[in-house]
């Protein structure tokens, strides 16, 4: 056995969950690239939490309802909301140094509200709050001396005790990414934290890293995976090549920026009353819209009209990126496209974080506990990684105590016949289509026809990837594009299933709610390896 505790994934899940189980065994954090790279080292916005007087569990409950559009579990928002506050306190304790200013009543902290919040309880350090966490937390990581952290480490699948049903997992495969070599990693638990899966979209706001591999291992492994038609798209990210992944944030609109076509015409008024103040699916969908109608491969977003010093004094880091790939905020418009921001959607996990096999929990992104419902509340996301990161680490540290069984046989990694690929070209070239088709089919607006077109091209793409898997030594490319198109596939199902339009997912030919769909989709992998959708319990 390599360790008591095996971590997959360095955001703000998995360095939470090496330091709660740091005291009780070793741990090994194994993170794909460098260990701060995350989507939660780019959370711009903050972390929300019940911290003024003024503020209530009820309230952050509610609103948490309201947004998830009848589909949050009301155990797991209540968890998260009143778990919030003690878990903020212990980023504070360990070094997170949030904004103050606010008055001694809200402890001194200066408290951010955002859309969908009744209340100020958005805690955050000005507009790069993640990396003020990532940063804490990977200094306390790194001077715990029972973590052991590798890096450029990718997990390539689950280590299976197959003699157990459902199999029970004792680690996993992992790719060192610098010797190209494959070693088992042993342990009685192993948390998945390896985030969301925006890189299946052609446009995302996430970083590289966020490709579901965790979401797909577990689901090859055969746990179920559940709402995955649920994915929040942000409406303004730029659009340049070399910017893969930065948003322009919502308060341009707020500040006056308006939404208009390549030849220059406005057309969010005739989209929403409040043209672009509109909610944000809303001004996602318009966008959406105009792009597709009139073949546009992006929109402009234009402040021009404000006073240039104050643009530059309001939005500096905005203005200096925008300049920095050629456009300047305070003289014209700039191009943007919307982006796949956040997977509602993930591994199905109870109220300590546990999946449905035995020894592996999910916590993060890559889970799907019930909090968010049909659409996540701003800023609840890091809160809700905080909570179940906790929790599932308390549940594994009481487990191991009560158990100490030792790891059964389990099969060495068989690289079979697999030779070098001297055909990069074709992973390449599966990772431009399969996201492509993503977007244009799976995206923002979706239809029955669309989605048949392309569950037809995922399976296709599936045959190939398959060959190729098993012909060619593993890259860590190739991993991953077997990943995204296992997430895709799961996304296409369970899109294709709801036959109505709620929160996140919006079909034209079934464009309202309908009671009859107040239930998540749960999709498990069938014997022929496609998703297939697990009929809701009574
Ligand atoms: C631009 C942006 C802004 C955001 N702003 C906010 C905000 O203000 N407030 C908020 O609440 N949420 C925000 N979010 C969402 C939030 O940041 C994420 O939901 C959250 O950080 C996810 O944390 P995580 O620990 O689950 O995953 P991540 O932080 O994404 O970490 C995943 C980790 O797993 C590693 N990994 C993945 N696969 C493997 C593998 N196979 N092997 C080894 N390692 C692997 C990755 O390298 C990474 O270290 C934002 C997201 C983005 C992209």
Same mark, same amino acid.
Request: aromatic letters at 8%.
């Given at each position: 056995?390599?360790?008591?505790?095996?971590?997959?994934?360095?955001?703000?899940?998995?360095?939470?969950?090496?330091?709660?189980?740091?005291?009780?065994?070793?741990?090994?954090?194994?993170?794909?690239?460098?260990?701060?790279?995350?989507?939660?080292?780019?959370?711009?916005?903050?972390?929300?939490?019940?911290?003024?007087?003024?503020?209530?569990?009820?309230?952050?409950?509610?609103?948490?309802?309201?947004?998830?559009?009848?589909?949050?579990?009301?155990?797991?928002?209540?968890?998260?909301?009143?778990?919030?506050?003690?878990?903020?306190?212990?980023?504070?304790?360990?070094?997170?140094?949030?904004?103050?200013?606010?008055?001694?009543?809200?402890?001194?902290?200066?408290?951010?509200?955002?859309?969908?919040?009744?209340?100020?309880?958005?805690?955050?350090?000005?507009?790069?709050?993640?990396?003020?966490?990532?940063?804490?937390?990977?200094?306390?990581?790194?001077?715990?001396?029972?973590?052991?952290?590798?890096?450029?480490?990718?997990?390539?699948?689950?280590?299976?005790?197959?003699?157990?049903?459902?199999?029970?997992?004792?680690?996993?495969?992992?790719?060192?990414?610098?010797?190209?070599?494959?070693?088992?990693?042993?342990?009685?638990?192993?948390?998945?934290?390896?985030?969301?899966?925006?890189?299946?979209?052609?446009?995302?706001?996430?970083?590289?890293?966020?490709?579901?591999?965790?979401?797909?291992?577990?689901? @090859?492994?055969?746990?179920?995976?559940?709402?995955?038609?649920?994915?929040?798209?942000?409406?303004?990210?730029?659009?340049?090549?070399?910017?893969?992944?930065?948003?322009?944030?919502?308060?341009?609109?707020?500040?006056?920026?308006?939404?208009?076509?390549?030849?220059? =015409?406005?057309?969010?008024? &005739?989209?929403?009353?409040?043209?672009?103040?509109?909610?944000?699916?809303?001004?996602?969908?318009?966008?959406?819209?105009?792009?597709?109608?009139?073949?546009?491969?992006?929109?402009?977003?234009?402040?021009?009209?404000?006073?240039?010093?104050?643009?530059?004094?309001?939005?500096?880091?905005?203005?200096?990126?925008?300049? =920095?790939?050629?456009?300047?905020?305070?003289?014209?418009?700039?191009?943007?496209?919307?982006?796949?921001?956040?997977?509602?959607?993930?591994?199905?996990?109870?109220?300590?974080?546990?999946?449905?096999?035995? @020894?592996?929990?999910?916590?993060?992104?890559?889970?799907?506990?019930?909090?968010?419902?049909?659409?996540?509340?701003?800023?609840?996301?890091?809160?809700?990684?905080?909570?179940?990161?906790? @929790?599932?680490?308390?549940?594994?540290?009481?487990?191991?105590?009560?158990?100490?069984?030792?790891?059964?046989?389990?099969?060495?990694?068989?690289?079979?016949?697999?030779?070098?690929?001297? =055909?990069?070209?074709?992973?390449?070239?599966?990772?431009?289509?399969?996201?492509?088709?993503?977007?244009?089919?799976?995206?923002?607006? &979706?239809?029955?026809?669309?989605?048949?077109?392309?569950?037809?091209?995922?399976?296709?793409?599936?045959?190939?990837?398959?060959?190729?898997?098993?012909?060619?030594?593993?890259?860590?490319?190739?991993?991953?594009?077997?990943?995204?198109?296992?997430?895709?596939?799961?996304?296409?199902?369970?899109?294709?299933? &709801?036959?109505?339009?709620?929160?996140?997912?919006?079909?034209?030919?079934?464009?309202?709610?309908?009671?009859?769909?107040?239930?998540?989709?749960?999709?498990?992998?069938?014997?022929?390896?496609?998703? &297939?959708?697990?009929?809701?319990?009574?």
């Amino acid at each position: 056995m390599d360790c008591e505790f095996l971590v997959i994934g360095s955001g703000i899940a998995g360095l939470t969950c090496a330091l709660e189980c740091a005291p009780h065994g070793r741990v090994v954090l194994l993170t794909k690239d460098r260990l701060p790279e995350s989507s939660s080292q780019y959370a711009q916005g903050g972390i929300a939490s019940v911290w003024s007087p003024d503020d209530s569990f009820e309230s952050h409950i509610e609103d948490t309802l309201v947004a998830g559009a009848g589909l949050c579990h009301r155990d797991a928002v209540e968890q998260v909301v009143r778990d919030g506050p003690e878990r903020v306190r212990d980023l504070i304790a360990r070094g997170v140094r949030f904004d103050v200013g606010g008055d001694a009543e809200h402890g001194g902290y200066d408290l951010g509200q955002e859309g969908g919040h009744s209340q100020r309880r958005i805690l955050h350090a000005l507009d790069a709050t993640g990396h003020e966490i990532i940063r804490a937390l990977t200094e306390r990581v790194r001077a715990t001396p029972s973590i052991s952290v590798r890096e450029s480490a990718l997990a390539v699948d689950l280590l299976l005790d197959r003699r157990a049903e459902p199999a029970a997992v004792w680690g996993a495969y992992v790719l060192d990414r610098e010797t190209k070599a494959v070693h088992r990693v042993v342990a009685p638990a192993t948390f998945l934290c390896t985030g969301g899966a925006g890189k299946v979209y052609l446009y995302t706001s996430n970083p590289d890293v966020a490709t579901g591999d965790g979401l797909a291992m577990a689901w @090859r492994a055969g746990a179920p995976v559940a709402n995955m038609e649920f994915v929040q798209f942000h409406p303004t990210c730029l659009y340049h090549p070399a910017a893969k992944s930065f948003l322009l944030t919502e308060a341009l609109r707020g500040e006056g920026a308006v939404l208009r076509r390549p030849d220059g =015409e406005r057309f969010m008024p &005739r989209y929403h009353p409040r043209a672009e103040l509109a909610p944000r699916d809303v001004v996602a969908r318009a966008i959406d819209n105009e792009m597709k109608v009139h073949g546009y491969e992006c929109v402009y977003l234009d402040i021009s009209h404000q006073d240039a010093g104050w643009i530059r004094a309001r939005f500096p880091t905005v203005h200096a990126r925008c300049l =920095e790939y050629g456009f300047d905020l305070a003289r014209g418009p700039v191009p943007v496209v919307p982006a796949a921001h956040y997977t509602c959607g993930g591994v199905r996990t109870d109220a300590h974080g546990r999946t449905a096999l035995p @020894r592996l929990y999910a916590c993060g992104e890559v889970a799907c506990t019930g909090l968010h419902g049909a659409n996540r509340l701003a800023s609840n996301s890091l809160l809700e990684a905080l909570v179940y990161a906790h @929790r599932a680490a308390a549940h594994a540290c009481t487990a191991r105590r009560e158990d100490r069984a030792a790891p059964p046989a389990l099969a060495a990694w068989d690289p079979g016949r697999a030779t070098t690929s001297d =055909e990069e070209v074709v992973v390449t070239q599966n990772w431009d289509e399969l996201r492509r088709f993503m977007w244009n089919y799976v995206g923002i607006v &979706r239809s029955d026809r669309r989605l048949e077109r392309a569950r037809r091209r995922v399976e296709l793409l599936q045959e190939e990837i398959q060959a190729y898997y098993w012909n060619f030594l593993l890259t860590s490319d190739l991993v991953e594009l077997r990943n995204i198109a296992d997430v895709a596939e799961c996304i296409i199902a369970s899109a294709h299933h &709801r036959k109505e339009s709620r929160g996140l997912h919006y079909t034209i030919d079934h464009p309202t709610s309908d009671p009859a769909w107040l239930h998540d989709t749960v999709v498990r992998r069938g014997p022929d390896g496609r998703p &297939r959708v697990v009929p809701p319990e009574a």
